[in-house]
């Protein structure tokens, strides 16, 4: 395969991060005096920050939340989630063998996900897959986040090797989306975080594990531009 720019989501994508997510919303429902909500609903709530999984958690069990309790309990998710990023998390079937064969191959790699950056720094370490990446970055690292396609303009930016065509691997209509609008390919994987059936997220391709990613990568054509 030709070398390529390619850009990972993080949650749902690299890692499942579910239920690391899970414990710390239910800590903060349980805080507001709410009702823990089930792992799998929470699957259906991620991708587009705390902010937004707290809103969502809040909805689903009782009245919605006022802007002042959304901001007491953000602080109370980023200190509970903070030290427990990496508990119970885990690597995606895959995903280390496909990075280091994408590095061979010459491919520049990074992660742009709507996770706090610092957050995504520490997993990537934690995990092992941060030697691979020239850039990460977060939904706090610019004034927007997907599905805004500037958080990908951006992201690539900083990456070094600028000509070589790029390419977003995501689990959400946020990374399919603002792919698009950037103007590059994309692949979504089937096994992420998501309220639309992945077969109708739009990807250029649909893989059901990081086994395929390569292939699918192949069967897509890039001509050497940026």
């Known amino acids: ?3 390529l720019r390619i850009l990972f989501d993080l949650d749902g994508t690299l890692l499942d991060t579910a239920p690391d997510l899970h ?3 239910n800590h903060c429902l349980n805080f507001a005096g709410r009702q823990s909500v089930s792992l799998e609903s929470v699957k259906h709530m991620v991708g587009q920050g705390a902010r937004v999984l707290l809103e969502k958690g809040l909805a689903a069990t009782g009245e919605k939340g006022s802007e002042q309790q959304i901001d007491e309990l953000f ?3 980023m200190i509970y989630y903070g030290e427990h990023l990496s508990d ?3 690597l995606f079937p895959g995903v280390m063998e496909s990075l280091s064969k994408l590095n061979d191959a010459g491919c520049e790699l990074g992660i742009c996900t709507n996770k706090p950056v610092k957050f995504a720094k ?3 370490k934690d995990f092992g ?4 990446m020239s850039v990460i970055t977060g939904g706090d690292s610019f004034s927007v986040r997907k599905p805004h396609p500037d958080h990908i303009n ?3 930016d900083q990456m070094t090797q600028t000509t070589l065509p ?5 689990d959400s209509i946020n990374d399919i989306s603002a792919a698009k609008s950037a103007g590059i390919a994309n692949i979504a994987v089937s096994f992420g975080y998501t309220d639309i059936a992945p077969n109708e997220l739009g990807a250029d391709k649909l893989i059901d594990h990081f086994d395929e990613l390569i292939p699918a990568i192949n069967e897509l054509n890039f001509s050497q531009t940026s």
């Open 154 to 156: 951006l992201t690539l």
């Open 1 to 3: 395969m030709s070398p």
């Open 129 to 132: 897959f941060d030697p691979f």
């Open 166 to 170: 790029a390419l977003m691997v995501g």
């Open 122 to 124: 520490i997993l990537s």
């Open 75 to 77: 602080d109370v998710f």
């Open 88 to 90: 119970s998390s885990l």
């Open 23 to 25: 414990q710390a919303l």
